[in-house]
């Protein structure tokens, strides 16, 4: 079997914080177990038809999937009929995904892109753009999180929406984590439990039936913090949802969903205060 380069995050792990790392984080060995750690099928169930149930309700069918990562969501849309450009920052999840579509029968038409600078390689406007999968996280910059969005927003239709989901870091971040705060993922037997978190970094270690651990450092976004700068990036409505619990079954969501509507909507006077 080859041998693949496993990550290195070099003497002191915490110290690592920088957007460009996630390019490194995922090698191929982890990319291999990435849908071990998932297991479709479960998150499926879990899911629903939440997000298939918004992108119907608009009438969106050109969606923009910017987080691919294996091909979950990507592969799903098609399935329910939707045309998808599926982009990624990894050439290795990217080329896991293609291979993932030709076994559910689809070629995906996949982009690598750095969402920065992602409508320079990507074409046309869409419906719809959806960032899943926790993946917004990745970014460890205020710049680099505006600039994100910034081009979600340009790449967008004039009545398009940005779906955008995040862990509840407020949860992890403000009561510490425990025993409660191991997440077992969908697939079975393998456990994400955050090894370090201070409000600059979250980092998780994800360790499999084999033995093999894995990390990634991910910085801990608030969700009233996300919905501040899509609001200050142009979006006008921010709809947040906290939803499918994809493990222990605490009091609050795993997860918040973002829905954020571009389209622009007069208000009366100064501002809109439900917007405050």
Not at 16 to 28: A, H
Not at 45 to 63: N, P, Q, T, V, Y
Not at 96 to 105: M, T
């Amino acid at each position: 079997m080859p041998h693949h380069k496993e990550q290195d995050y070099g003497e002191n792990p915490i110290e690592v914080r920088e957007t460009d790392k996630y390019k490194s984080e995922y090698v191929q060995s982890f990319v291999d177990k990435w849908d071990e750690l998932i297991d479709w099928k479960s998150r499926e169930a879990s899911e629903g038809h939440f997000f298939i149930d918004i992108l119907k309700e608009r009438g969106a069918r050109k969606i923009l999937d910017v987080a691919t990562g294996t091909g979950f969501h990507s592969i799903r849309l098609l399935n329910e009929g939707f045309d998808v450009v599926s982009a990624d920052g990894s050439p290795e999840m990217l080329a896991k995904a293609f291979a993932n579509g030709r076994r559910h029968n689809h070629i995906l038409r996949t982009v690598q892109a750095d969402w920065r600078w992602l409508n320079r390689d990507i074409d046309g406007k869409f419906d719809a753009v959806i960032c899943l999968g926790n993946s917004f996280t990745h970014l460890f910059s205020e710049n680099d999180r505006r600039k994100a969005l910034a081009e979600f927003y340009a790449a967008l239709r004039h009545d398009g929406i940005l779906i955008l989901d995040q862990r509840n870091y407020d949860m992890i971040i403000d009561e510490g984590f425990s025993s409660k705060h191991t997440f077992y993922y969908c697939g079975d037997n393998v456990k994400a439990e955050p090894e370090h978190v201070d409000e600059g970094l979250a980092r998780f270690q994800y360790s499999f039936p084999d033995g093999s651990v894995y990390h990634l450092n991910m910085f801990p976004i608030r969700k009233a913090y996300v919905e501040k700068l899509m609001r200050e990036v142009g979006f006008q409505t921010v709809t947040s949802y906290g939803d499918f619990k994809e493990t222990y079954r605490q009091q609050e969501p795993d997860f918040y969903i973002h829905v954020a509507e571009k389209s622009y909507h007069e208000v009366d006077g100064e501002g809109d205060a439900s917007n405050a």
